[in-house]
């Protein structure tokens, strides 16, 4: 398969680094020095004090990518706009014959050969919060945009170097072509990540939501890793306020979230992720925009239509816009 990745992120480049051990890889990114660093000695990881070099390609220009099987999309939400325009251009044409074989809607534990490539190329959202897919899909056609959520954490080190500080499972939704999601996800899962399929996109996306309100916008106010939000009592309550305000929206809007006990997931992915920096407090920072306004943002908005009262996650909004606002005249150590 080839894969498109548009933004070579912490986590962009975290899958770039692992799938180019099966596929053949592009990551398309602005930052030229990134882009450089990889073409010229391959992009290197680290994972558990262990570094090692894979060689996905990397550019700034889509026509040198050319068409692709799938796109995979993970930009910041600011981001997803330009996005839709990169992944216009990854576009390949439709071909029947290709890809479709029956037993890749039966399951994603593939081993040897690889999966084969979907029918057309699938363009793919991973980013975090709501709302991105139906841009994509808005531009892109819903009949080829899907979706999926990620539990695994990643810290960009700089140009050519990313840290792999976090395991968890892909998620992917089935739609909108099941054959083509069980395919990548069967990549993913050939690659030693793990990866499953499933129908409930709603209870994916608010599932990954819920986390995501829980720990992003702390760890970027308090400068923290994940772990010390689950370790410390003062920061745990704050992420259970945040966390039962987020779960109480989503059963308010008939949504059945993937684990039974919301504050005990968000913990449990807080210490199995304990020195990762979250992409809030990367963005944090670095000074740029973070994706506030669709995850705890979003909480609020679709609690005030509903009726709940979300007055944490409100709170946080307001605290992590300001610090988007002021990030210029941030007092910073000599």
């Known amino acids: ?22 596929a053949e890889v592009w990551l398309l990114d602005p930052w030229q020095a990134h882009v450089d660093a990889i073409e010229a000695a391959g992009l290197r990881c680290e994972h558990d004090g262990v570094e090692s070099t894979r060689r996905p390609r990397a550019t700034r220009h889509p026509a040198a990518i050319g068409p692709c099987d799938a796109v ?4 910041k939400t ?5 996005a839709a325009e990169q992944a216009r251009m990854l576009l390949g044409q439709e071909d029947s014959e290709r890809g479709r074989q029956g037993n890749l809607a039966e399951g994603i534990s593939l081993s040897p050969p690889l999966p084969v490539s979907p029918s057309r190329t699938l363009v793919v959202t991973l980013q975090n919060g709501v709302g991105n897919r139906e841009l994509l899909a808005e531009q892109l056609g819903a009949d080829r945009v899907g979706q999926g959520v990620t539990a695994l954490g990643a810290t960009l080190l700089g140009p050519g170097r990313v840290r792999h500080a976090g395991q968890g499972a892909t998620i992917f939704g089935a739609a909108p072509d099941r054959a083509g999601m069980a395919a990548l996800a069967g990549l993913f899962a050939a690659c030693g990540l793990p990866a499953e399929l499933s129908d409930d996109l709603d209870g994916l996306v608010w599932g990954k939501l819920v986390v995501n309100a829980g720990i992003n916008a702390l760890t970027a106010l308090l400068r923290v890793p994940n772990g010390a939000l689950a370790a410390t009592p003062e920061a745990r309550d704050l ?3 945040a966390v039962a ?6 059963a308010a809007r008939g949504t059945a979230l993937p684990y039974p006990d919301p504050l005990a997931h968000v913990l449990a992915v807080a210490a199995a992720t304990g020195a990762n920096r979250s992409s809030m407090l990367q963005d944090a920072l670095r000074g740029s925009p973070t994706e506030i306004a669709t995850i705890n943002g979003a909480v609020v908005r679709e609690g005030r239509r509903l009726g709940v009262p979300t007055p944490v996650n409100a709170l946080l909004t307001s605290l992590v816009t300001a610090l988007d606002a002021t ?8």
């Open 239 to 241: 992420v259970a306020r």
């Open 1 to 22: 398969m080839k894969i498109g990745i548009v933004g070579a992120g912490a986590m962009g480049s975290l899958l770039g680094f692992y799938l180019s051990e099966c």
């Open 72 to 75: 995979l999309v993970l930009v």
């Open 78 to 82: 600011h981001q997803t706009a330009w």
């Open 327 to 334: 990030a210029d005249a941030r007092v910073r150590e000599a």
């Open 245 to 250: 305000e987020a779960a109480a929206v989503a």
